[in-house]
Structure formats: C-alpha cells, structure tokens
C-alpha cells in the first residue's frame, strides 16, 4: 500500500459538484461516468486540495457553483496521510478570499503531499508547444527542489527588466550598458545554477525513462529525453555572461532577449528519431505517459516522495495490450491513483484490479459502489 493517500475528501459548491463525501481506496480509485458529469472536476477539486490551484488555466471564479444565487464560495476538506501521520487540510474559498487551513492553522503551506496530473490535453500540448514543454521540465524540478524554483524565478525577473530595459531605455548609453551588466550577472549566476540542475535531471531520469516505456508498455525501443540548450553542458559563468553581452547588439534592434535559456528545449526521441517527427500518435502518447511515470520512479528512489496520481480520460489512441500493461504497471505500483474514464471496456479492466474502488458521477452525484452492483453498472 502507498505510504501517502487520501482517505477522504468532503466538497461543497465546486463547480458542478454540490456536496460530495467520499473515502478512498489507498491503491485504484476508478471514477466513472458520462461525459459533461462531473468526473473530471472530481479530479480537479483534489489536485486543488494539494496546490491550491487548478490543473486547468481557470479562474478561481469559474470553480464556485454558478447555479447557486447565494452561496458564492466553496469548501474543500482533505484528509491525507502520510507515513502514519494525518493531515488534516481544509479551505474556503470566497470570491475574493482564500482562507487555508492545514491542520486547523490558519494559512499554514501544505507541502507534504505532491500530485501528478495526467490527461490528453498535456499529451497534445507537449508534443504542439515548446514552452510546455520546458515549463513541464521545470515543474518537475520546482516541485521538490525549493532552489530551483528560487533560482528560475530570480532568473525569469532579470531577463524581464532586460527586456524592458531593451525596449524602452532612452538615457544616456553608459547608464544602458551599465544597467544591462547588471541584470546580465544576475542572468548569469542563475542560469549556470538552472543548467546544471537541468541537465543532470535528465541525465538521472534517462535509465528510469527507458526502463519506465519497456516495461509498462513492452516496447522493445529506446525512449530517451534530451535537454536541448544554447549552452554547453561545461559552460562556465564567465561563458554565458559573454553569451549575453554578445547578443546585446542584435537585442537591441529587435528590442528583446532573442537567445538564451529561456528559449531551451526538452525533446523525447525513440532509437534517436525525435517522436514528434517520428513516432505513431499511440507511441507518442505512450512515450508522454511514460515521462510523466519515470518522474513518479525519479521522486521515489532520488526524493523518497510518493505522489498521488491523477490521470484522467487516457485510454484513447491506446490498443487494449497498453492499456492492460498500463493497468498492471498501476496495480503494482503501490501508489494511490485516481483514474476517470467515460469507456465501459477500460472501467471494467479497472474495476477487476484487487482493492480498488468505483465511484460513479452522475450530474454532480457521486456515489460509490459497492462491488456486486459495480459489475451489473459496466
Ligand atoms: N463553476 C461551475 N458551476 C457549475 N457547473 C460547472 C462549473 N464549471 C464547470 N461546470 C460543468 O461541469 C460539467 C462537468 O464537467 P467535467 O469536465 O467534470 O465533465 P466530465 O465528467 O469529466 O466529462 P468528459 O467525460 O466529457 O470529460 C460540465 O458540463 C461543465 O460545464
Ligand atoms: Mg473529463
């Protein structure tokens, strides 16, 4: 059994959920249901009681009930353990307020408990979009590595101002060319820090990558991500302030930062061919998921940390021998996982798996079912 889980959550008013009670299983928790019922906001309303934020690029108003004229708030209450200790998180949110409470003091952060999201809407933007993709990678590293996420932010500020700087300075040269140094030190302390961190990341999740898409999906293929930078892995601080400085000249005609680390890349590759050129629409997915699952190995074995797994709505594009090694790969992961799915063939795999659980949403209804009425349901 996983060493960190959910026992229990109580919702009242988030989005088209009116009041839910429920207990967890600490292994599978099948969540099914037809589309537009409510099965994804299941997810969401417990990927919110981990990060106080959505997975989804929402405002915090569209997630307050709007059927309801008085009530103008939600409640979420979460009960988590983690190697034998509960913790107890619960908050209101207002439509301007936010009150958390962890163990009924006031604001405290909730950092023990991480989460994984996974769902096909990240699965097509991966592939489509170069900045999710680096922001995925940076995610990843910021969720357990407090510097980092520091560093990043210290690093996304200078190149800001720069950038301001460049577009709008209109003083005497020596104040620009003074100022520019200025930020391009800070740049470059941070982004010799990030680099590093990146690289060697990677470099720690590749065996775990390549292990991950053989044996969950039986491919006998190489999986591999690279960390495609404007820098050289050995670049030293010195080297990348001069690789500002020398792009000054052009900046200032376009009147922006036009390289750098902001610009990086992470690429996944089957036997060296990039998969976005290269591989079927189920291999890319697989290869997606399979990113997302070494990330669980690398948090287990590098950080000792078990998150909890949020998969939502995956079964498509996938034969029915992925999704059964995908099922095997759950069942004896000893993780907590909450999986939705509108698809009767795959909620009955599901459902045979030993201690799971089945929840069915019905118009913002959850209700769960017990195991003799869950077979007569699929
Ligand atoms: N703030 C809100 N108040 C009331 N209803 C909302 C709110 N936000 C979203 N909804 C509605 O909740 C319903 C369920 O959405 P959800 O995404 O959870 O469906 P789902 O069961 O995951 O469906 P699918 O199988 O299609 O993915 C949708 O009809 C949506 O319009
Ligand atoms: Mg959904």
Not at 53 to 66: A, G, Q, V, W, Y
Not at 177 to 187: R, T
Not at 284 to 298: D, E, N
Request: glycine share 2%.
């Amino acid at each position: 059994m996983s060493d960190t889980y959910l026992e229990n959550i109580y919702l009242k008013n988030f989005r088209n959920l009116k009041e839910v009670n429920l207990d967890f299983s600490k292994n599978v928790n099948l969540i099914t249901g037809n589309n537009a019922n409510g099965k994804t906001n299941l997810l969401e309303a417990i990927y919110y009681s981990i990060y106080k934020k959505s997975f989804r690029k929402s405002t915090k108003d569209n997630l307050i009930f709007s059927n309801l004229d008085k009530e103008k708030y939600f409640i979420l209450k979460s009960n988590f353990y983690k190697n034998g200790d509960e913790f107890n998180h619960s908050m209101k949110i207002e439509e301007d307020s936010k009150l958390v409470y962890v163990n009924n003091q006031k604001n405290k952060r909730f950092k023990e408990v991480k989460s994984i999201s996974i769902n096909p809407y990240d699965c097509h933007n991966f592939y489509a979009n170069k900045k999710i993709r680096r922001e995925l990678l940076d995610n990843f590293i910021s969720d357990f590595d407090s510097a980092y996420k520091k560093s990043l932010a210290n690093f996304s500020k200078a190149l800001r101002s720069r950038n301001v700087l460049l577009a709008k300075f209109f003083g005497p040269e020596d104040h620009f060319q003074n100022q520019i140094k200025v930020y391009d030190k800070i740049i470059s302390e941070n982004v010799y820090y990030l680099l590093h961190k990146r690289f060697e990341f990677i470099e720690k999740l590749n065996p775990i990558l390549c292990k991950t898409f053989k044996n969950i999906f039986r491919e006998p293929l190489e999986l591999k991500a690279h960390y495609e930078s404007c820098f050289d892995k050995n670049s030293s601080k010195e080297d990348i302030f001069n690789f500002y400085q020398s792009g000054l000249s052009k900046d200032r005609i376009l009147k922006t930062t036009k390289r750098g680390l902001h610009l990086d890349d992470l690429n996944l590759s089957i036997n060296n061919n990039y998969c976005h050129e290269y591989a079927s629409i189920g291999q890319q997915k697989v290869s997606f998921l399979s990113i997302l699952f070494a990330y669980v190995g690398y948090l287990e074995t590098t950080q000792k940390i078990t998150p909890i797994l949020l998969i939502d709505d995956i079964s498509g594009e996938l034969d029915s021998l992925c999704l059964d090694n995908l099922l095997k790969y759950l069942e004896n992961k000893q993780i907590q996982v909450f999986i939705t799915t509108a698809n009767l063939e795959f909620a009955s795999r599901i459902n045979s798996i030993f201690g799971s659980k089945h929840y069915l949403v019905e118009q913002g209804l959850v209700t769960e079912l017990e195991y003799e009425s869950r077979r007569s349901s699929l």
